[in-house]
C-alpha cells in the first residue's frame, strides 16, 4: 500500500505562512507517528516554518518522520535543523531528492540519519 502525503484520510495542520519565502511546514498522523511535509526551498530567510512545526512536534513525540520529497533545495541551514532534531528524538527522513541525498552524503550525515524511501517503512 502505497500513501502520498496529501490524501484525504489524512488530518493535516499547516504551520507557517504560505509564501516563497516561507514555505508552510504540512503535519499529519500516519499509522501513530507524526509526519513533518518539508516542501519548497530551504534557506535562513525560509526555515522557521519548519523549524517551528518540527520543534514543535518533537516536543510531544519521540518519533517523526520528515517527507522531503518536495524539497527543492536545502543548504547547511536545513541540515543543521534536521541535525538538532535528530539529537532530541528518533527522525527519521523520507524520500530525499537527488540534491538533499547529495547533501547528505557530502556530509557523511547519510550515516546518522534513517533514510527510507516510502512512508510505510519510515513509521514501522
Known sequence: MSHSAGSDDDRSTRVGRSSPESPEAVQYEFQGTQVVVAQGAYDPASITPLAVALRSVAEKHPRVVVD????????????NLLIGIHRTIDLRILAPPT??????????????FKV?????????
Do not use: C, H, K, W
Not at 68 to 73: E, K, N
Not at 99 to 112: A, H, M, P, S, V
Not at 116 to 124: G, M, P, T
Open 116 to 124: 527510507y524511501a516510502n512512508l510505510e517503512d519510515a513509521v514501522a
Open 68 to 79: 522531503t520529497v518536495a524539497v527543492t533545495f536545502a543548504d547547511s541551514t536545513f541540515l
Open 99 to 112: 540534491q538533499l541525498r547529495r547533501l547528505l552524503e557530502l556530509t557523511g550525515t547519510d550515516r546518522i
